[in-house]
């Protein structure tokens, strides 16, 4: 059973910048492709990005193109977030979860209980 911590969000300005991170445990990070999604109050949690097992390859949601950043260190069992130039349509809580190469929740086994990420000025 693998079990995923999140950490990393707060209240950002319009702009700025933010950093998530994503720490498993209980089995082989690298065995897993890791995303990251995301719910904003009253919506449906939605695909955000996806990077491989080796870091090699990642995947992007249009709405986040060019603005956010996925990575991962499996040494340290960790997978990051970095999201700049937010816009308060970012607002939601972010999720990271452990299955599969994909873009939508069945590809996920594992998820984390999500950060909140508020964008305000």
């Known amino acids: 059973q693998v079990q995923l911590v999140e950490s990393g969000g707060g209240l950002v300005q319009p702009g700025g910048s933010l950093r998530l991170s994503c720490v498993a445990s209980g089995g082989t990070f690298s065995n897993f492709a890791m995303g990251w999604f995301r719910q904003a109050p009253g919506k449906e949690r939605e695909f955000v990005t996806v990077?491989?097992?080796?870091?090699?390859?990642?995947y992007y949601v249009d709405s986040v193109k060019g603005r956010f950043t996925i990575s991962r260190a499996n040494f340290l069992n960790t997978v990051y977030l970095q999201l700049n130039a937010v816009k308060p349509e970012d607002t939601a809580v972010y999720y990271c979860a452990a299955g599969r190469w994909g873009m939508t929740r069945d590809d996920y086994n594992y998820w984390g209980q999500g950060t909140q990420v508020t964008v305000s000025s």
């Open positions: 990077i491989n097992r080796w870091g090699t390859r990642t």
